[in-house]
């Protein structure tokens, strides 16, 4: 993906109500340097990721975080535990054959 000259992105900004801009967007706008342009994008995507969310736990009524729930903290206690997570963790993904669909999906990407 390649983003688009800034002179374009000023022209778009600068059709929009000036209401509805974010501050960074006005600052942007307006030349002034604040955020450089990857802090801009950077920022665009944040607020994206950050109303998906909301909209996701708008729809399906969620009240928690999305990764809560299922997950708990427990206590290392020594390092043949330690060992024990770590090849749970790795073997997690073999035993649901995670791997398998990935390797699928990107047979399928190349044959493209």
Do not use: W
């Not at 022209?11 to 801009?40: A, H, P």
């Amino acid at each position: 993906m390649r983003p688009k000259p800034v002179t374009k992105i000023q022209e778009y900004l600068g059709t929009l109500d000036k209401k509805e801009l974010t501050i960074t967007q006005t600052r942007f706008l307006e030349n002034v340097v604040v955020f450089d342009f990857n802090e801009l994008i950077k920022t665009q995507f944040n607020y994206l990721f950050v109303s998906y969310v909301r909209s996701f736990n708008k729809v399906y009524d969620c009240k928690e975080g999305m990764f809560n729930k299922p997950f708990r903290c427990i206590e290392v206690c020594d390092d043949f535990h330690f060992t024990q997570l770590v090849v749970y963790i790795h073997a997690n993904p073999f035993k649901h054959g995670i791997p398998r669909l990935v390797m699928l999906f990107y047979n399928d990407l190349i044959a493209l």
